[in-house]
């Protein structure tokens, strides 16, 4: 069934608004940015929304309810290891980095970093993302065996951290790396937890 034009207006828009918003950044887009981008009408878009503080909102949900398919499935189709499914999933932001040469940056990471004093529901958005992928690879490392006592929340927010902090350096220095030397420090650490149960 094909959308109806109402509904591919909608989504052209939010696409609009993510590509822009990952790209200037929110403060630096305007609606007529996203007008531009999204050839349409202003009519159009304030008929789904008040203003760019609720398409936004709408953004945040797209990615989180996207994660699976857009970032996870793709990675995780033809891996089996569950520590290598993480290091899928990081390999994913080298090659952005490397084929942006070095100016991508994780668009959760950026808006949270820009948006220093969000209302509560974009702040809460922006926590559910995150939620949501360390998650999926709290998931992955509940399957690695690793050695008692593990804290696998904590060690999944540490891979959040090294992969954010890897991105924000890698942009900054504008060198890969010093995402490469984040991540084969984080492989050495899960290389030693798993070592420790004999696991494989």
């Not at 909608?10 to 822009?20: G, K, N």
């Not at 949900?61 to 994660?67: A, H, I, K, P, V």
């Not at 932001?93 to 969000?118: K, N």
């Amino acid at each position: 069934m094909m959308d109806s034009p109402a509904t591919s207006s909608r989504d052209r828009i939010v696409q609009a608004a993510m590509e822009l918003f990952w790209r200037k950044g929110y403060g630096s887009t305007s609606i007529a940015d996203i007008l531009e981008t999204a050839r349409v009408n202003s009519g159009s878009l304030y008929y789904f929304f008040k203003g760019k503080q609720e398409l936004l909102v709408a953004v945040l949900e797209s990615y989180r309810d996207g994660l699976d398919a857009m970032l996870l499935v793709p990675r995780w189709g033809v891996v089996e290891d569950p520590v290598e499914k993480v290091f899928a999933l990081l390999a994913t932001y080298r090659r952005l980095l490397v084929e942006t040469d070095c100016f991508y940056g994780c668009p959760i990471g950026s808006l949270a970093l820009e948006l220093h004093e969000p209302d509560p529901e974009v702040r809460e958005l922006i926590a559910a993302n995150f939620e949501a992928w360390t998650s999926a690879v709290r998931g992955c490392l509940q399957q690695a065996g690793l050695k008692d006592g593990t804290d696998h929340q904590a060690l999944a927010e540490l891979v959040l951290t090294v992969m954010e902090g890897a991105v924000m350096q890698t942009r900054t220095y504008r060198h890969i790396g010093h995402y490469d030397r984040a991540v084969t420090q984080l492989r050495d650490y899960l290389d030693s937890l798993r070592k420790s149960t004999g696991a494989k």
